[in-house]
Protein backbone atom coordinates (compact mmCIF):
# COMPACT_ATOMS: atom_id res chain seq x y z
CA UNK A 1 0.00 0.00 0.00
CA UNK A 2 1.03 3.20 -1.04
CA UNK A 3 0.95 6.17 1.65
CA UNK A 4 0.28 9.64 0.69
CA UNK A 5 3.33 11.65 -0.06
CA UNK A 6 2.72 14.22 2.65
CA UNK A 7 2.95 11.42 5.71
CA UNK A 8 6.11 10.49 3.77
CA UNK A 9 7.91 13.45 4.24
CA UNK A 10 7.33 13.32 8.27
CA UNK A 11 10.21 12.90 10.95
CA UNK A 12 9.77 10.51 13.09
CA UNK A 13 9.73 11.79 16.57
CA UNK A 14 13.28 11.10 18.38
CA UNK A 15 11.49 12.49 21.81
CA UNK A 16 9.31 9.56 21.58
CA UNK A 17 11.95 6.60 20.10
CA UNK A 18 14.50 7.93 23.35
CA UNK A 19 11.31 7.34 25.62
CA UNK A 20 10.67 3.83 24.08
CA UNK A 21 13.72 2.51 24.19
CA UNK A 22 14.01 4.50 27.74
CA UNK A 23 10.38 2.13 28.60
CA UNK A 24 11.86 -1.40 27.24
CA UNK A 25 14.98 -0.92 29.37
CA UNK A 26 13.14 -0.45 32.47
CA UNK A 27 10.46 -3.30 31.80
CA UNK A 28 14.15 -5.39 31.70
CA UNK A 29 14.46 -4.09 34.71
CA UNK A 30 17.41 -1.21 34.21
CA UNK A 31 17.21 1.43 36.65
CA UNK A 32 16.82 3.86 33.88
CA UNK A 33 16.77 7.70 34.76
CA UNK A 34 14.34 9.17 32.10
CA UNK A 35 15.11 12.99 31.36
CA UNK A 36 13.00 13.14 28.22
CA UNK A 37 9.57 14.31 29.54
CA UNK A 38 8.16 17.15 28.16
CA UNK A 39 5.06 17.08 31.20
CA UNK A 40 4.92 18.14 34.78
CA UNK A 41 5.40 15.32 37.08
CA UNK A 42 2.75 16.27 38.75
CA UNK A 43 -0.82 15.02 39.16
CA UNK A 44 -4.10 17.70 37.66
CA UNK A 45 -4.95 19.19 40.88
CA UNK A 46 -8.10 17.89 42.95
CA UNK A 47 -10.64 20.15 42.47
CA UNK A 48 -9.88 19.72 38.31
CA UNK A 49 -10.85 15.91 38.73
CA UNK A 50 -13.84 16.89 40.75
CA UNK A 51 -15.03 19.21 38.28
CA UNK A 52 -14.26 16.16 35.50
CA UNK A 53 -16.37 13.86 37.98
CA UNK A 54 -19.15 16.23 38.50
CA UNK A 55 -19.80 16.89 34.91
CA UNK A 56 -20.15 13.05 33.75
CA UNK A 57 -21.91 12.36 36.72
CA UNK A 58 -24.40 15.09 35.59
CA UNK A 59 -24.45 13.43 32.01
CA UNK A 60 -21.92 16.65 30.84
CA UNK A 61 -21.11 13.45 27.91
CA UNK A 62 -22.99 14.35 24.50
CA UNK A 63 -21.36 16.72 21.86
CA UNK A 64 -20.54 20.47 22.50
CA UNK A 65 -19.95 23.00 20.07
CA UNK A 66 -16.92 22.35 17.51
CA UNK A 67 -14.99 25.14 18.85
CA UNK A 68 -15.93 24.53 22.82
CA UNK A 69 -18.47 25.11 25.05
CA UNK A 70 -19.79 28.70 25.92
CA UNK A 71 -18.78 28.43 29.74
CA UNK A 72 -14.98 27.73 28.91
CA UNK A 73 -14.59 30.47 26.42
CA UNK A 74 -16.04 33.12 28.56
CA UNK A 75 -13.09 31.45 30.94
CA UNK A 76 -10.28 31.87 28.49
CA UNK A 77 -11.63 34.88 27.97
CA UNK A 78 -11.64 36.24 31.72
CA UNK A 79 -7.81 34.81 31.88
CA UNK A 80 -6.58 37.07 28.84
CA UNK A 81 -7.98 39.80 30.14
CA UNK A 82 -5.83 39.38 32.99
CA UNK A 83 -2.94 39.30 30.52
CA UNK A 84 -4.32 42.71 29.18
CA UNK A 85 -5.67 40.84 25.93
CA UNK A 86 -9.26 41.24 25.25
CA UNK A 87 -10.93 39.10 22.74
CA UNK A 88 -15.12 38.69 21.75
CA UNK A 89 -16.06 35.14 21.99
CA UNK A 90 -15.70 34.45 18.53
CA UNK A 91 -12.59 35.37 18.21
CA UNK A 92 -11.30 31.81 20.51
CA UNK A 93 -11.62 28.41 19.93
CA UNK A 94 -10.93 25.43 21.87
CA UNK A 95 -9.17 22.94 20.35
CA UNK A 96 -7.96 19.32 21.52
CA UNK A 97 -4.84 20.43 23.12
CA UNK A 98 -2.49 23.42 21.91
CA UNK A 99 -0.78 21.13 18.92
CA UNK A 100 -4.32 20.19 17.50
CA UNK A 101 -4.73 24.17 17.23
CA UNK A 102 -1.87 24.92 16.01
CA UNK A 103 -2.50 22.44 13.12
CA UNK A 104 -5.72 23.58 12.27
CA UNK A 105 -4.27 27.06 11.99
CA UNK A 106 -1.13 26.23 9.42
CA UNK A 107 -4.66 24.41 7.44
CA UNK A 108 -6.27 27.27 7.57
CA UNK A 109 -3.21 29.97 6.63
CA UNK A 110 -1.42 28.41 4.49
CA UNK A 111 -1.44 27.81 0.51
CA UNK A 112 1.24 25.82 -1.06
CA UNK A 113 4.82 27.03 -1.13
CA UNK A 114 4.06 29.45 1.73
CA UNK A 115 6.98 30.78 3.96
CA UNK A 116 6.91 30.06 7.89
CA UNK A 117 9.74 31.82 9.99
CA UNK A 118 11.09 28.83 12.20
CA UNK A 119 13.49 29.88 14.79
CA UNK A 120 16.23 27.51 15.91
CA UNK A 121 16.22 25.81 18.22
CA UNK A 122 12.19 24.66 17.77
CA UNK A 123 9.39 22.31 19.25
CA UNK A 124 9.59 19.50 16.99
CA UNK A 125 6.27 19.50 15.74
CA UNK A 126 6.48 23.21 14.45
CA UNK A 127 8.10 22.44 10.45
CA UNK A 128 6.49 19.48 10.51
CA UNK A 129 2.47 20.81 10.76
CA UNK A 130 3.65 23.22 8.56
CA UNK A 131 5.03 20.83 5.73
CA UNK A 132 1.77 18.51 6.25
CA UNK A 133 -0.18 21.71 5.66
CA UNK A 134 1.73 22.87 2.32
CA UNK A 135 4.29 25.64 3.31
CA UNK A 136 7.75 26.03 3.45
CA UNK A 137 9.35 26.47 7.13
CA UNK A 138 12.36 28.76 6.73
CA UNK A 139 14.77 28.32 9.76
CA UNK A 140 16.87 31.12 11.39
CA UNK A 141 19.53 29.87 13.36
CA UNK A 142 20.12 31.13 16.94
CA UNK A 143 22.55 29.93 19.84
CA UNK A 144 24.09 30.88 22.85
CA UNK A 145 25.45 33.98 21.19
CA UNK A 146 22.00 35.62 20.47
CA UNK A 147 20.83 33.67 24.15
CA UNK A 148 18.41 31.82 21.45
CA UNK A 149 16.09 34.46 20.62
CA UNK A 150 15.30 36.15 17.45
CA UNK A 151 16.03 39.77 16.35
CA UNK A 152 15.05 42.71 13.91
CA UNK A 153 18.03 41.92 11.89
CA UNK A 154 18.08 37.98 11.65
CA UNK A 155 13.99 38.37 10.44
CA UNK A 156 15.19 40.92 8.02
CA UNK A 157 17.88 38.60 6.52
CA UNK A 158 14.97 35.72 5.95
CA UNK A 159 11.82 38.01 4.43
CA UNK A 160 10.48 37.36 1.13
CA UNK A 161 7.60 37.85 -0.35
CA UNK A 162 6.08 34.57 0.21
CA UNK A 163 6.85 34.87 4.16
CA UNK A 164 3.14 34.26 5.72
CA UNK A 165 4.01 33.60 9.72
CA UNK A 166 6.45 33.29 12.12
CA UNK A 167 6.19 31.33 15.11
CA UNK A 168 7.49 33.19 18.44
CA UNK A 169 7.68 30.48 21.45
CA UNK A 170 8.08 31.86 24.82
CA UNK A 171 8.70 30.80 27.35
CA UNK A 172 10.56 28.28 24.79
CA UNK A 173 10.51 24.71 24.07
CA UNK A 174 13.44 23.78 24.02
CA UNK A 175 16.10 26.63 25.41
CA UNK A 176 13.50 27.66 28.56
CA UNK A 177 14.51 31.72 27.26
CA UNK A 178 11.47 34.44 27.57
CA UNK A 179 11.47 37.24 25.40
CA UNK A 180 11.76 40.39 27.45
CA UNK A 181 9.20 43.47 26.16
CA UNK A 182 12.08 45.43 24.23
CA UNK A 183 12.74 42.35 22.17
CA UNK A 184 9.08 41.59 21.51
CA UNK A 185 8.63 45.14 19.70
CA UNK A 186 11.68 44.43 17.81
CA UNK A 187 9.74 41.22 16.39
CA UNK A 188 6.35 42.65 16.79
CA UNK A 189 7.89 46.18 14.48
CA UNK A 190 9.21 43.50 11.69
CA UNK A 191 5.83 41.73 11.48
CA UNK A 192 3.53 44.73 11.50
CA UNK A 193 5.86 46.35 8.65
CA UNK A 194 5.56 43.15 6.50
CA UNK A 195 2.07 42.53 7.15
CA UNK A 196 2.82 38.82 8.55
CA UNK A 197 1.10 36.64 11.12
CA UNK A 198 2.64 36.14 14.49
CA UNK A 199 1.87 32.60 15.70
CA UNK A 200 2.89 33.00 19.46
CA UNK A 201 3.05 29.53 21.43
CA UNK A 202 2.34 31.04 25.18
CA UNK A 203 1.88 27.32 26.74
CA UNK A 204 4.25 27.64 29.26
CA UNK A 205 3.58 31.42 30.32
CA UNK A 206 3.11 30.33 33.73
CA UNK A 207 6.36 28.45 34.20
CA UNK A 208 8.84 31.87 34.73
CA UNK A 209 11.45 32.22 37.28
CA UNK A 210 13.04 35.16 35.90
CA UNK A 211 11.01 37.82 34.83
CA UNK A 212 7.12 38.29 34.03
CA UNK A 213 5.71 36.65 30.86
CA UNK A 214 4.34 39.71 28.38
CA UNK A 215 2.35 38.55 25.35
CA UNK A 216 3.38 40.08 22.08
CA UNK A 217 -0.58 40.79 21.16
CA UNK A 218 -0.58 42.66 24.19
CA UNK A 219 1.65 45.82 23.35
CA UNK A 220 -0.46 47.21 20.72
CA UNK A 221 -3.61 47.05 18.61
CA UNK A 222 -1.40 46.94 15.38
CA UNK A 223 0.53 43.59 16.24
CA UNK A 224 -2.43 42.14 18.41
CA UNK A 225 -4.40 42.35 14.98
CA UNK A 226 -1.60 39.93 13.04
CA UNK A 227 -1.32 37.76 15.93
CA UNK A 228 -2.55 34.64 17.00
CA UNK A 229 -2.09 33.43 20.72
CA UNK A 230 -1.62 29.75 21.53
CA UNK A 231 -2.12 28.33 25.09
CA UNK A 232 -4.07 25.72 26.86
CA UNK A 233 -3.81 24.05 30.60
CA UNK A 234 -1.34 20.97 29.61
CA UNK A 235 2.10 23.06 31.50
CA UNK A 236 0.02 25.59 33.95
CA UNK A 237 -2.02 22.75 35.48
CA UNK A 238 -0.48 19.35 34.67
CA UNK A 239 -3.11 18.59 32.31
CA UNK A 240 -1.31 17.02 29.51
CA UNK A 241 -3.38 14.11 28.86
CA UNK A 242 -6.88 16.21 29.33
CA UNK A 243 -5.91 17.48 25.70
CA UNK A 244 -7.36 21.05 26.33
CA UNK A 245 -5.64 24.15 24.06
CA UNK A 246 -7.19 27.13 22.40
CA UNK A 247 -6.25 29.55 19.58
CA UNK A 248 -7.52 33.52 20.18
CA UNK A 249 -6.74 36.04 17.54
CA UNK A 250 -8.86 37.09 13.98
CA UNK A 251 -12.40 35.97 14.22
CA UNK A 252 -12.94 34.70 10.43
CA UNK A 253 -9.46 33.35 11.18
CA UNK A 254 -10.52 31.59 14.37
CA UNK A 255 -14.10 30.31 12.33
CA UNK A 256 -11.71 28.53 9.74
CA UNK A 257 -10.39 27.07 12.43
CA UNK A 258 -13.43 25.53 13.93
CA UNK A 259 -15.32 24.38 11.16
CA UNK A 260 -11.82 22.62 10.03
CA UNK A 261 -12.44 20.87 13.33
CA UNK A 262 -15.58 20.37 12.88
CA UNK A 263 -14.98 18.24 10.21
CA UNK A 264 -11.83 16.16 12.06
CA UNK A 265 -12.25 16.00 15.95
CA UNK A 266 -16.16 17.63 16.28
CA UNK A 267 -15.20 18.68 19.39
CA UNK A 268 -12.56 18.75 22.44
CA UNK A 269 -13.79 15.91 24.72
CA UNK A 270 -16.86 17.52 27.13
CA UNK A 271 -15.68 16.18 30.24
CA UNK A 272 -11.87 17.71 29.68
CA UNK A 273 -13.79 21.44 28.93
CA UNK A 274 -15.58 21.20 32.07
CA UNK A 275 -12.24 20.27 34.00
CA UNK A 276 -10.80 22.94 32.15
CA UNK A 277 -13.42 25.57 33.26
CA UNK A 278 -12.21 24.84 36.81
CA UNK A 279 -8.64 25.09 35.85
CA UNK A 280 -9.47 28.40 34.59
CA UNK A 281 -12.35 29.84 37.46
CA UNK A 282 -11.22 27.87 40.58
CA UNK A 283 -8.75 28.04 42.96
CA UNK A 284 -5.05 28.46 41.24
CA UNK A 285 -2.75 28.20 44.50
CA UNK A 286 -1.49 24.87 42.20
CA UNK A 287 0.46 27.26 39.96
CA UNK A 288 2.34 29.47 42.08
CA UNK A 289 3.19 25.68 44.28
CA UNK A 290 4.63 24.27 40.97
CA UNK A 291 6.89 27.35 39.61
CA UNK A 292 7.92 27.38 42.97
CA UNK A 293 9.03 23.19 42.96
CA UNK A 294 10.37 23.50 39.16
CA UNK A 295 11.99 26.90 40.27
CA UNK A 296 13.99 25.15 43.45
CA UNK A 297 14.81 22.31 41.28
CA UNK A 298 16.68 24.43 38.60
CA UNK A 299 18.26 26.54 41.22
CA UNK A 300 19.90 23.20 42.62
CA UNK A 301 20.48 21.40 39.39
CA UNK A 302 22.14 23.74 36.80
CA UNK A 303 25.02 24.11 38.97
CA UNK A 304 25.67 20.50 38.71
CA UNK A 305 25.46 20.42 35.60
CA UNK A 306 27.87 22.78 34.51
CA UNK A 307 30.76 20.75 36.71
CA UNK A 308 30.28 18.35 33.78
CA UNK A 309 32.93 18.68 31.61
CA UNK A 310 32.90 20.90 28.63
CA UNK A 311 29.48 21.51 29.30
CA UNK A 312 27.98 25.41 27.87
CA UNK A 313 24.29 26.38 29.18
CA UNK A 314 22.50 28.85 29.59
CA UNK A 315 20.34 29.50 32.78
CA UNK A 316 16.75 28.91 31.61
CA UNK A 317 14.22 31.48 32.62
CA UNK A 318 11.52 29.30 31.84
CA UNK A 319 9.82 26.40 30.92
CA UNK A 320 11.34 23.49 32.63
CA UNK A 321 14.33 22.44 30.41
CA UNK A 322 18.02 22.50 30.27
CA UNK A 323 19.78 22.47 26.84
CA UNK A 324 23.13 22.33 27.08
CA UNK A 325 25.66 23.01 24.03
CA UNK A 326 27.87 19.62 24.26
CA UNK A 327 29.84 20.54 21.47
CA UNK A 328 32.99 20.27 23.82
CA UNK A 329 31.88 17.34 25.55
CA UNK A 330 31.40 15.02 22.57
CA UNK A 331 35.34 16.05 22.04
CA UNK A 332 36.38 14.87 25.16
CA UNK A 333 34.25 11.50 24.99
CA UNK A 334 35.48 11.01 21.39
CA UNK A 335 32.46 11.02 19.73
CA UNK A 336 31.17 12.17 16.49
CA UNK A 337 27.86 13.55 17.29
CA UNK A 338 25.44 14.69 20.23
CA UNK A 339 23.28 12.20 18.78
CA UNK A 340 26.21 9.43 19.39
CA UNK A 341 26.68 10.60 23.17
CA UNK A 342 22.57 10.76 24.11
CA UNK A 343 22.40 6.63 22.77
CA UNK A 344 25.50 5.60 24.75
CA UNK A 345 24.70 7.51 27.48
CA UNK A 346 21.73 5.79 27.63
CA UNK A 347 23.11 2.27 27.27
CA UNK A 348 25.85 2.86 29.75
CA UNK A 349 24.66 5.21 32.11
CA UNK A 350 20.89 4.56 31.89
CA UNK A 351 20.09 8.34 31.37
CA UNK A 352 17.50 9.46 28.76
CA UNK A 353 18.20 12.37 27.22
CA UNK A 354 16.76 14.32 23.73
CA UNK A 355 19.32 14.91 21.35
CA UNK A 356 19.22 18.71 20.51
CA UNK A 357 18.81 17.55 16.38
CA UNK A 358 15.49 16.77 17.75
CA UNK A 359 15.52 20.77 17.78
CA UNK A 360 16.90 21.64 14.85
CA UNK A 361 20.63 22.28 17.13
CA UNK A 362 22.82 19.26 16.57
CA UNK A 363 25.65 20.35 19.14
CA UNK A 364 22.43 20.65 22.14
CA UNK A 365 20.85 17.84 24.23
CA UNK A 366 17.86 18.30 26.31
CA UNK A 367 17.21 17.22 29.78
CA UNK A 368 13.54 17.81 31.87
CA UNK A 369 13.36 19.06 35.04
CA UNK A 370 9.90 17.71 35.34
CA UNK A 371 11.01 15.14 37.64
CA UNK A 372 11.84 14.52 41.10
CA UNK A 373 14.81 16.19 42.56
CA UNK A 374 16.94 13.39 43.85
CA UNK A 375 16.44 11.43 40.31
CA UNK A 376 17.54 14.54 38.72
CA UNK A 377 20.92 14.74 40.66
CA UNK A 378 21.25 10.76 40.56
CA UNK A 379 20.97 11.42 36.87
CA UNK A 380 23.47 14.15 36.83
CA UNK A 381 25.96 12.56 38.81
CA UNK A 382 25.94 9.67 36.40
CA UNK A 383 26.34 12.20 33.24
CA UNK A 384 29.21 13.29 35.01
CA UNK A 385 30.99 10.06 35.16
CA UNK A 386 30.21 8.71 32.21
CA UNK A 387 32.23 11.72 30.69
CA UNK A 388 35.06 11.50 33.29
CA UNK A 389 35.29 7.63 32.11
CA UNK A 390 35.06 8.57 28.90
CA UNK A 391 37.63 11.27 28.79
CA UNK A 392 40.41 8.62 30.83
CA UNK A 393 39.48 5.83 28.34
CA UNK A 394 40.47 8.29 25.51
CA UNK A 395 43.34 9.26 27.11
CA UNK A 396 44.64 6.08 27.48
CA UNK A 397 43.94 5.01 24.34
CA UNK A 398 46.06 8.65 22.90
CA UNK A 399 49.22 8.06 24.69
Known sequence: MELSHRVQQLTPSSTLAITAKANELKANGEPVIGLAAGEPDFNTPANIIEAAFKAVNEGKTKYTPAGGLPALKQAIQQKLEKDNLSYELNEIMVASGAKHALYNLFQSILNEGDEV??????????????????????FVFTDETTNYKLTREMLDTV??????????????????????????????????SNDIIVISDEIYETLIYDGTHVSIASLNEDIKRLTIVINGVSKSHSMTGWRIGYAAGDAKLIKAMTDLASHSTSNPTTPSQWAAVEAYNGDDS??????????????????????IPGIQCIKPRGAFYLYPNVSET????????????????????????????SFGSPDNIRLSYATDLDSMLEAIERMKQFVEKRMENNDEDNN
Open 286 to 307: FIKKMNGIFKDRLETIYPKLME
Open 330 to 357: IKFCGFNTADQFVEQLLDEALVAVVPGS
Open 159 to 192: VTSKTKALILNSPSNPSGVIYDREELEQVANFAV
Open 117 to 138: IIPIPYWVSYPEQVILAGGKPV
